[in-house]
Structures are given as C-alpha cells and as structure tokens.
C-alpha cells in the first residue's frame, strides 16, 4: 500500500473524471433525442398547416357544389309534370 495516498486520490480522480464523462455523454444523448422529438414536433405542425390550407378551398367547392344540386332539383321538379304526362300517353 501507498502510505502517501497518492493512489487512492488517483483512483478517485480517475473515477470522478469517468463518472464526469458519463454525465456529459448522456445529457448530450438527452438533448439529441429532444432536439429530434422537436425537430419532428414541429414538421407535424408545418404538415398540418398545409393540409389545412389545402382542404379550406375545398370548402368553397363543397357550397358551390351544394347551389348546384339545388338548382337541378328545381329545374328537375319542373320535368316532373312532363314525365307524368308522358307516362299517361
């Protein structure tokens, strides 16, 4: 055995640099992953802007689409009376 101590606080130092490096290591790891998680947060938001953006103008067909199916109902109300009077020839 070392009667100074110089081993033993060489150990130690070794170990408290190795347990120093660990904890660096894994809170870069740490921060790696949510940088990830957040670079991916924030592609779902721009993905779910665009396809807001896509379906708003679909809006604008659906109403035009709708007037449309009314007038032909109206307009095929008025056939109505002229099939009936074809069938009773």
């Known amino acids: 055995m070392d009667p100074s101590g110089k081993g033993e606080m060489?150990?130690?130092d070794e170990l408290a640099?190795?347990?120093n490096?660990?904890?660096t290591n894994l809170s870069t790891m740490v921060k790696g992953e949510l940088?990830?998680?957040n670079n991916l947060l924030e592609l779902l938001?721009?993905?779910n802007l665009?396809?807001?953006e896509e379906y708003k103008s679909f809006d604008v067909v659906a109403s035009g689409l709708r007037v449309f199916v009314e007038q032909l109902k109206s307009k095929s109300?008025?056939?109505d009376e002229y099939a009936q009077q074809i069938?009773?020839?």
């Open 10 to 12: 060489q150990e130690r």
């Open 17 to 19: 640099e190795s347990l």
């Open 21 to 23: 490096d660990l904890f």
């Open 35 to 37: 940088q990830g998680t």
């Open 45 to 47: 938001e721009k993905m």
């Open 50 to 52: 665009r396809v807001a």
């Open 77 to 79: 109300g008025s056939f």
């Open 87 to 89: 069938d009773a020839i």
